[in-house]
């Protein structure tokens, strides 16, 4: 194709005047004739924009091709290989576990700590002794019960024999049984309240932290256990999801927990909630962690990531390779027998700076990866990777 820049300029002018009478007569009118006459030139010139680049691309193309004077500029090569690609998104979690305790005192044993049998940092098994409250005045109430009983116990084996040489009656027996009994079981009650005032351990774990002090006072429902015990081997991760993520997210899928500073762990969505937040419109995740890794504190905040899509044995490119034209076409430029040919590509998600190519490129292409910017279609080049 032959283009003229004599010819050019005309038909610039020609569309340029065009365009001022246009804008002389045209649009809708706001009752101010000078701004009227400015809108309409704003409009038009815009118009006109596109067009001209496009006149300006087939010119700097033609004398590229044209101008023997110019040498071939020199460009880098990479070959168009087909992979997997994956894109992920990724949303904030922390750590925590169902082996977490505080201990408080039991509700029928609260009072003054006597004694506390554990430090922090050591090992304790369910139902280990923790600590000991003041349980004084209960283990007096025992004392006074037992004289009683030991009364009743007296009378009514006293008024059993004699009922049994037929003096007295069977009336008195079993009020004097019924007597012992009832202190019987006032003592097993009061024993049973003095367990209580002793505080053992739920689960087994690492005692973690211990509030109280002996001769401070435990109470049920204060701020402040006695002490707290983790079990570090049961960590896991919770994360909430967006709602709109509900028909990619499923129990078994692959996950990264990712944690500042420390390695990211390969994981799997082993619960996913049956619930949507109204708040935030999302729903909960659980990730379990490996056991026994110390690091894995309960409350560590980190984030985990999902892969959204994936793709196998596809066309993958650095997304910095990929252009627009004039038409907002997105392109690459290959190599063809040491000329540029522009090739429109249709491009899918992208992910790190990488970017899917569904149409346009098979693989085995060698594409141009660097002095692509500044090529036009069937332009030569020199191949300098070095």
């Keep these: 194709m032959n283009h003229n820049p004599t010819q050019y300029m005309k038909h610039f002018i020609l569309v340029l005047t065009s ?4 804008a002389a007569c045209g649009g809708n009118s706001t009752g101010n004739a000078t701004l009227d006459s400015l809108i309409a030139q704003r409009d038009s010139l815009k118009g006109l924009q596109g067009n001209i680049a496009k006149e300006l691309a087939a010119i700097e193309e033609q004398i590229a091709l044209m101008d023997t004077s ?3 500029p020199a460009v880098a090569v990479m070959p168009v290989i087909r992979q997997d690609f994956k894109s992920y998104f990724q949303v904030q979690g922390y750590v925590t576990t169902d082996a977490q305790a505080k201990i408080f005192p039991n509700p029928m044993g609260q009072g003054i700590i006597k004694k506390i049998y554990v430090r922090e940092g050591d090992r304790v098994s369910t139902g280990q002794k923790l600590a000991q409250v003041d349980d004084a005045v209960t283990r007096q109430m025992i004392g006074q019960l037992e004289v009683n009983l030991a009364v009743e116990t007296e009378n009514y084996n006293r008024l059993k024999k004699l009922w049994e040489q037929k003096i007295g009656s069977e009336m008195q027996v ?8 009832n ?3 006032q003592i097993k009650q009061v024993r049973e309240q003095i367990a209580q005032y002793t505080i053992t351990a739920p689960i087994s774990g690492t005692v973690d932290k211990i509030y109280l002090k002996e001769g401070e006072a435990a109470a049920m429902g204060s701020p402040m256990p006695v002490m707290t015990i983790i079990n570090p081997g049961n960590n896991y991760m919770l994360a909430d999801i967006s709602e709109s993520y509900i028909g990619i997210i499923s129990q078994g899928q692959s996950a990264e927990v990712i944690i500042p500073n420390l390695d990211t762990i390969a994981t799997k969505i082993s ?10 419109r999302t729903f909960e995740v659980r990730m379990d962690l490996p056991p026994n890794n110390t690091n894995m504190k309960p409350n560590l905040v980190g984030s985990v990531r999902f892969a959204d899509y994936v793709a196998d ?26 000329k540029a040919k522009k090739v429109i590509v ?3 998600k992208s992910f790190e700076g990488q970017t ?11 594409i141009i990866s660097k002095g692509a910017r500044k090529l036009v279609d069937g332009q030569e080049i020199r191949i300098a990777n070095n």
């Design 174 to 181: 079993l009020q004097a049984r019924r007597a012992k009994e």
């Design 356 to 366: 899917e190519i569904l149409n346009g490129l098979v693989g085995g292409e060698s």
């Design 313 to 338: 044995s596809t066309v993958v490119l650095p997304s910095s390779l990929i252009m627009k034209d004039a038409e907002e076409r997105s392109f690459v430029f290959i190599n063809e027998n040491f």
């Design 70 to 72: 110019i040498k071939a």
């Design 346 to 348: 249709t491009t899918g």
């Design 19 to 22: 365009a001022m009478i246009l």
């Design 183 to 185: 202190f019987e079981e």
């Design 271 to 280: 619960l996913i909630g049956n619930t949507i937040k109204p708040a935030n």
